[in-house]
């Protein structure tokens, strides 16, 4: 959640590769390998100094976070749920 929550604050991401960070982050974020702080120092120092790609991430972040919601959550859990007990 913290990962979206940055991004619908327009906030750029620096992110680990670790677990499903990824495919929640898309390619909105930028990556680093979690036991590598050299990459994960490359990846700051890449976002702070080019305004550029701030710019790029805020916006790309918030059309990232904008794809998750609450309603669609629970409406596909439901869903699956309605599947699973063979409900129509």
């Known amino acids: 959640m913290p990962v979206l929550e940055a991004m619908a604050?327009?906030?750029?991401?620096?992110?680990?590769?670790?677990?499903s960070l990824p495919?929640?982050?898309?390619?909105?974020?930028l990556y680093?390998?979690?036991?590598s702080p050299e990459e994960l120092a490359?990846?700051?120092e890449r976002l702070l100094?080019?305004?550029e790609l701030q710019v790029w991430l805020r916006k790309k972040g918030i059309g990232q976070a904008a794809k998750f919601s609450w309603?669609?959550?629970a409406g596909?859990?439901?869903?699956l749920y309605n599947e699973f007990l063979g409900v129509n």
Do not use: I, K, M, N
């Open 9 to 19: 604050c327009g906030t750029p991401v620096v992110s680990s590769r670790a677990a």
């Open 23 to 29: 495919e929640v982050a898309g390619d909105a974020a």
């Open 32 to 35: 680093f390998d979690p036991g």
């Open 42 to 44: 490359f990846q700051v």
């Open 49 to 51: 100094q080019s305004r």
């Open 71 to 73: 309603q669609e959550a």
């Open 76 to 79: 596909r859990h439901l869903a």
